[in-house]
């Protein structure tokens, strides 16, 4: 997880050092957007996190799941609402295609879903918020 933290702090302190300083308004604007996608695809990887867990203890507590993938809605609203990029939109689609397939498989009984597609969606979700 730390390792994770440090690349995306890499990540966005390059994006920093290589926008000219003579960059106007809209290319701040531009690195703002990507720090917020990246800062919130960095939540939506601990609460795919949380969900991995929550799945692998739902005979006990159902309801955890549940909450993890409202958690990544809840960001995946932020990022659509942040952004114009195809890539990123298409990344948020994939992804809450995958968490409502998980929801639907916990709906049908399933006590041990695949969570891979969506650890696999917010991977690639990760990849192009990185500046």
Same mark, same amino acid.
């Not at 996608?37 to 507590?61: F, K, M, R």
């Not at 968490?99 to 969570?115: C, F, K, M």
């Given at each position: 997880m730390a390792a994770?933290?440090?690349? *995306?702090?890499t990540a966005v302190a390059t994006a920093l050092i290589v926008v000219p300083a003579g960059v106007g308004l809209v290319g701040c604007d531009a690195v703002s957007?990507?720090?917020?996608?990246?800062?919130?695809?960095?939540?939506i990887a601990d609460s795919v996190t949380d969900l991995q867990q929550a799945v692998e203890n739902?005979? $006990?507590?159902p309801a955890e799941a549940d909450r993890a993938l409202d958690d990544i809605n809840k960001n995946l609203d932020? *990022?659509?609402d942040k952004t114009d990029d195809t890539d990123v939109n298409?990344?948020?689609?994939?992804?809450? &295609?995958?968490? &409502?397939?998980?929801? &639907?498989? *916990?709906?049908?009984?399933?006590?041990?879903?695949?969570?891979?597609?969506?650890? $696999?969606?917010?991977?690639?979700?990760?990849?192009?918020?990185?500046?």
């Amino acid at each position: 997880m730390a390792a994770r933290h440090r690349r *995306i702090a890499t990540a966005v302190a390059t994006a920093l050092i290589v926008v000219p300083a003579g960059v106007g308004l809209v290319g701040c604007d531009a690195v703002s957007k990507a720090l917020d996608c990246v800062q919130t695809a960095d939540t939506i990887a601990d609460s795919v996190t949380d969900l991995q867990q929550a799945v692998e203890n739902a005979g $006990d507590n159902p309801a955890e799941a549940d909450r993890a993938l409202d958690d990544i809605n809840k960001n995946l609203d932020k *990022i659509s609402d942040k952004t114009d990029d195809t890539d990123v939109n298409k990344a948020v689609d994939d992804l809450g &295609e995958a968490v &409502e397939n998980v929801r &639907e498989s *916990i709906r049908s009984g399933d006590s041990t879903p695949d969570v891979s597609p969506v650890t $696999d969606a917010a991977g690639e979700l990760t990849k192009v918020c990185t500046p």
